[in-house]
T-cell receptor, first 112, second 123 residues
Framework: GQQLNQSPQSMFIQEGEDVSMNCTSSSIFNTWLWYKQEPGEGPVLLIALYKAGELTSNGRLTAQFGITRKDSFLNISASIPSDVGIYFCAGFFLYNFNKFYFGSGTKLNVKP | EAGVAQSPRYKIIEKRQSVAFWCNPISGHATLYWYQQILGQGPKLLIQFQNNGVVDDSQLPKDRFSAERLKGVDSTLKIQPAKLEDSAVYLC?????????????????????FGAGSRLTVL
């Protein structure tokens, strides 16, 4: 099946630092999604991107839909302890029966 | 709007026993998905329904897993008999029916909403 390469796998940062993670694909997508998952919970949608080149912000989070439609990045500015969790990217291809493909996740640890 | 409901949240069984998980998607969401998430990995699609029809079950271990969505609303995922490697979180998700071409940019479309998951431990 479709592979999404998400990096880095994990990050250990100090509170207040900025974070960047990205996702690449061998195929194009119509939609890129970024989710956060905390222990014992399902993934929660953070940002949805629908157009190539689109840059969208949600508070301290900023994500971009790559121009080639094969990549996306998520930035978190001024990290805080509650940012801890696993961040997943997901790609959606319209003409493939509503199928979503997931990255393997980036585990974020924030030290107070 | 109410989210995706799943039950039970936790289940512990012995190998070779059976288990069933239930999911009620967001009202109006035609597409329902069951994912398996093993610790440290991203969600892996098991089965996808469009209304009450199966769109994709290519990764469902059909010798032991079954799923149904009889009335096109809620769904049940069953494992019988369970194996040790089935220990995982089973996530249900739903999405709006894909809009027709030309409406790809519709905000809220092409988005998966997940339930809290059902954590299965097989001993």
């Amino acid at each position: 099946g479709q592979q999404l390469n998400q990096s880095p796998q994990s990050m250990f940062i100090q509170e207040g630092e900025d974070v960047s993670m990205n996702c690449t694909s061998s195929s194009i997508f119509n939609t890129w999604l970024w989710y956060k998952q905390e222990p014992g919970e399902g993934p929660v949608l953070l940002i949805a991107l629908y157009k190539a080149g689109e840059l969208t912000s949600n508070g301290r989070l900023t994500a971009q839909f790559g121009i080639t439609r094969k990549d996306s990045f998520l930035n978190i500015s001024a990290s805080i302890p509650s940012d801890v969790g696993i961040y997943f990217c997901a790609g959606f291809f319209l003409y493939n029966f509503n199928k979503f493909y997931f990255g393997s996740g980036t585990k974020l640890n924030v030290k107070p | 709007e109410a989210g995706v409901a799943q039950s039970p949240r936790y289940k512990i069984i012995e190998k070779r026993q059976s288990v069933a998980f239930w999911c009620n998607p967001i009202s109006g969401h035609a597409t329902l998905y069951w994912y398996q998430q093993i610790l440290g990995q991203g969600p892996k699609l098991l089965i996808q329904f469009q209304n009450n029809g199966v769109v994709d079950d290519s990764q469902l271990p059909k010798d032991r897993f079954s799923a149904e969505r009889l009335k096109g609303v809620d769904s049940t995922l069953k494992i019988q008999p369970a194996k040790l490697e089935d220990s995982a979180v089973y996530l249900c998700a739903s999405s709006l029916e894909t809009p027709p071409p030309g409406f790809v940019g519709l905000s809220g479309a092409n988005v998966l909403t997940f339930g809290a998951g059902s954590r299965l431990t097989v001993l």
